[in-house]
């Protein structure tokens, strides 16, 4: 029996405790009506109080329901642009729900008589930052009161960690602008700091409106696959693979200058020059863990006509598809030596290629490596071999448009077409993996994936740079493939389905990482498998110990923490309350 003294001590530990959970809107301590009036005085744009799912509207039940608003949310949800640049949407619809092993509470458009639109993961309380000064209000004030603040950016995440139960969100979308410069100097340079071509971008903006602002300028810079990533926000913290890595490196090695509003409210530049550890923990450390990125300059690079090359294949057998595969990874090493980089999809007996490399016609190594896979391929028994071609591109500009904004002008698989119900899991495939004595082998285990969407998106530059500049996995420095897996469904998906989705990925890509442990091999922490334990190891390696040093002298009260993000360690999966 515990004695009264040891009770005292029992009960106060407990409330300690309790203590470290966040305020959230059905506890005494969350802010009053008054407070909330006062803060939104503070800001640029309207707060949005009470915010709905975006499906809300078309809910009999729901006090907003509105047949209009609802035909207008009905179109939008498709269209991956309108998702990213709404509060109250994400780009998985799935992550807006609240999914236990039994239950899924959300608000589809599947709208069955008398149903209820649950709230689910979407914030109630939503700040639109336009200005830093909003974005410095919002710290202050979820600091002030010990709220759950998330960081919505554009809500490509396969984690849904840009929303969360009972969170004030923050939606940085507003923050806009591109600056060019031919002659850019980090601040706090030397004076003889010689000048580099870069662009100046407020974090808000998407890649899509990037890629033709920078076109514009004749220049091309290194940025995300799709128009709607973000091309301020997780993308560039989290590594930012690209087709134009290999001859520039990843989007961390791009990054010449980052703003950034930290936990304590405070406006800082990071670069090589000012705030160097910040630097280094925002090029791979994730977002919003270290503060949130209000601008970001990158380096640009001349505007080079590319050659595409698009394949498409399918098998009759599974001796054949295993064959196919064997044969293609058999020369992926050599094509991505020769410059070809980009997404090579695989699927119930179908491999899909759309690649690139710079220069119009390709460089003769480049024909000769893609031909000779396209040959090869044909010779296959029981394959058949239905697109197999190449296309000039102007610029990369051009590609980008007609492959990915406006698939009607582009050849292959169509990239564009949103999928809005996803979960994903990642590994980084190392060169020696993807070597072609290890071709049967992969094969093997590449024929027991349901959907793959590996990105040839390494190699090249990007192993030129030492493991010590950025603060990403080293693995990435020695990889040539992103192997990404996919389990898609939809919103008529039961509990069980879902998490089943869930367990599939994750068993998946298991025989991939004993193929090639960390610190070998890695994730990609934008495209993170939900159930992996040790992805402190997978996605940083020997770099957490000094980037969770960073987070805890930036952030000692927690308030920017994020699931499976740095420092996340003893927080439950809602970052609700301490669970150790």
């Known amino acids: 029996m515990l004695s009264y003294s040891l009770l005292g001590l029992a009960l106060a530990s407990a409330a300690s405790a309790s203590r470290k959970c966040r305020c959230l809107s059905t506890d005494p301590c969350f802010p009053s009506r008054s407070q909330w009036n006062t803060f939104a005085r503070s800001l640029s744009q309207p707060l949005i109080a009470n915010q709905r799912p975006l499906a809300s509207p078309c809910y009999p039940t729901s006090q907003d329901y509105s047949p209009s608003a609802c035909a207008a949310a009905?179109?939008?949800?498709?269209?991956?642009?309108?998702?990213?640049?709404?509060?109250?949407?994400?780009?998985?619809?799935?992550?807006?729900?609240v999914l236990t092993n039994t239950s899924i509470q959300g608000c589809g458009f599947d709208v069955a008589p008398n149903s209820t639109c649950f709230q689910g993961r979407v914030p109630t309380y939503s700040i639109n930052a336009t200005t830093v000064a909003d974005v410095q209000s919002a710290v202050r004030f979820a600091a002030q009161h010990n709220l759950r603040l998330v960081v919505k950016n554009t809500g490509h995440?396969?984690?849904?960690?840009?929303?969360?139960?009972?969170?004030?969100?923050?939606?940085?979308?507003?923050?806009?602008?591109?600056?060019?410069?031919?002659?850019?100097?980090p601040a706090g340079a030397r004076h003889s700091t010689p000048g580099q071509s870069a662009v100046t971008i407020g974090s808000g903006m998407l890649w899509g409106d990037v890629y033709r602002l920078v076109n514009d300028q004749n220049h091309t810079v290194v940025g995300g696959f799709s128009r709607s990533v973000g091309a301020g926000g997780g993308w560039p913290t989290g590594a930012g693979h690209s087709v134009m890595s290999s001859h520039y490196g990843l989007g961390v090695d791009n990054t010449l200058q980052y703003t950034v509003v930290l936990p304590n409210a405070s406006h800082v530049t990071a670069n090589s020059y000012q705030n160097a550890d910040l630097f280094w923990a925002l090029r791979g450390g994730g977002a919003p863990s270290f503060g949130i990125v209000t601008s970001i300059t990158y380096r640009t690079h001349p505007n080079l006509p590319y050659t595409a090359a698009f394949y498409t294949a399918t098998a009759n057998s599974s001796s054949s598809y295993h064959q196919l595969l064997e044969t293609w990874v058999g020369t992926h090493n050599a094509i991505a030596d020769a410059g070809w980089s980009g997404p090579w999809p695989f699927s119930n007996g179908s491999l899909f290629l759309t690649m690139v490399t710079p220069g119009t016609p390709a460089s003769p190594a480049a024909n000769t490596t893609m031909q000779?896979?396209?040959?090869?391929?044909?010779?296959?028994?029981?394959?058949?071999?239905?697109?197999?071609?190449?296309?000039?591109?102007?610029?990369?500009?051009?590609?980008?448009?007609?492959?990915?904004?406006?698939p009607s002008r582009g050849f292959g698989l169509n990239f564009a077409q949103q999928t809005l119900y996803s979960v994903q899991a990642s590994w980084l495939m190392p060169r020696e993996l993807t070597a072609p004595e290890n071709a049967a082998t992969l094969a093997?285990?590449?024929?027991?994936?349901?959907?793959?969407?590996?990105?040839?998106d390494a190699g090249g530059v990007v192993g030129n740079v030492s493991v010590n500049a950025t603060s990403i996995t080293p693995a990435w420095r020695n990889t040539v493939s992103d192997m990404t897996l996919a389990a898609n469904f939809d919103q008529s998906s039961t509990a069980a389905e879902v998490q089943a989705a869930i367990q599939s990925v994750h068993a998946q890509i298991q025989p991939i990482r004993d193929l090639a442990p960390p610190p070998t091999g890695g994730q990609y922490i934008n495209e993170p498998d939900i159930l992996l334990e040790d992805w402190q190891e997978a996605q940083w390696a020997s770099n957490y110990p000094r980037l969770r040093a960073i987070k805890k002298a930036i952030d000692p009260n927690d308030l920017l923490i994020i699931r499976h993000g740095v420092n996340s360690e003893g927080w439950d999966d809602e970052i609700i309350c301490k669970t150790t």
């Open 157 to 185: 995440d396969f984690m849904g960690r840009a929303f969360g139960v009972g969170a004030v969100e923050l939606f940085t979308g507003g923050l806009q602008g591109a600056n060019f410069s031919d002659s850019f100097v």
């Open 444 to 456: 093997g285990v590449l024929t027991q994936i349901g959907l793959g969407l590996p990105f040839l």
């Open 372 to 406: 000779a896979f396209f040959d090869a391929s044909r010779q296959i028994p029981g394959v058949n071999v239905s697109l197999a071609m190449s296309v000039e591109y102007a610029s990369w500009y051009e590609f980008f448009y007609n492959n990915l904004v406006d």
């Open 74 to 97: 009905t179109t939008g949800h498709l269209d991956d642009d309108f998702l990213a640049t709404s509060s109250n949407a994400l780009q998985y619809t799935n992550f807006e729900s």
